[in-house]
């Protein structure tokens, strides 16, 4: 990892690295508001998945865990990739064997 990135991203952009894995970034063709708004749909989300499963409520987990997908959806980071080059979809590989291998040898 190079500087004080916390999660390091993959030279084009598409992927962020954490506990060893890629996962997809945010759609970089969503304007800031429009970003805004479905992160605070996903953090909202994940409030209530957490009070879902505090309170047992099998139901309330259910909507919530849907609540959480379509806001992921909406910000790009499942569902189809936001990309047009053709690139499969490499989220929750290991940055070693992947696509990114080389780039991920000379991170470390």
Same mark, same amino acid.
Not at 51 to 67: F, G, I, T, V, Y
């Given at each position: 990892m190079t500087g004080k990135q916390r999660y390091p991203r993959t030279p084009d952009g598409r992927?962020?690295?954490?506990? @060893?894995r890629l996962w997809r970034c945010t759609d970089p *063709?969503?304007?800031?508001?429009?970003? &805004?708004?479905?992160? @605070? +749909?996903?953090?909202?989300? *994940?409030r209530a998945v957490k009070?879902?499963? &505090? &309170?047992?409520?099998?139901?309330?987990?259910?909507?919530? *865990?849907?609540?959480v997908q379509r806001a992921k959806v909406a910000l790009g +980071? *499942? !569902?189809?990739? /936001? /990309?047009?080059? !053709?690139?499969?979809?490499?989220t929750g590989r290991a940055p070693e064997n992947s696509s990114y291998a080389k780039w991920w040898h000379e991170q470390r």
């Open positions: 992927y962020f690295v954490a506990k @060893n *063709r969503l304007d800031e508001d429009e970003a &805004q708004t479905y992160v @605070n +749909e996903l953090m909202s989300a *994940r009070s879902a499963k &505090q &309170q047992e409520d099998d139901a309330a987990l259910k909507k919530a *865990r849907a609540a +980071e *499942r !569902g189809p990739v /936001w /990309w047009d080059d !053709g690139a499969p979809d490499e």
